[in-house]
């Protein structure tokens, strides 16, 4: 359920990671480089249903900050590469990519918290008095 919007995700990481290593700033290729195996990881960990054996992390909260992180990031070092990459194909290639894969980010942050919202019904309190 958690891990159908992480292949695109994958996919995309690595897109960005060749545009940004052809490109003259390589440095960027990091973080890149690390949301692909962040987000390699937890596709492993809930395809394998080892979430469900390790029940002492809470892995739809760690998944959440995940998503929130990698689409900030994502969103911020893609407009600085499209703003300042005159003169760098690759970089703006990467650029434009990253602020899709921000994107996609955005939404996975949007589905999980969703999930979250959705777990964390609150019930109502019983007014009867029983007199």
Known sequence: ???AAEQPLQVLSLIILICYAASM???????AICELIITAVFFGIFMMG??????LVN????????AGIGAVL?????LICVIGGAGDPARIAGGVFGLIAGLLFAYDTYTIFLQ??????????STDEGV
Do not use: C, N, P
């Open 1 to 3: 359920m958690l891990e």
């Open 25 to 31: 700033y390589g440095g960027y290729a990091a973080l």
């Open 50 to 55: 080892l979430d469900k054996q390790f029940v």
């Open 59 to 66: 892995w739809v909260w760690t998944d959440l900050f995940r």
């Open 74 to 78: 994502f969103i911020i070092t893609s």
């Open 116 to 125: 979250v919202k959705s777990t964390r019904q609150h019930t109502a309190a």
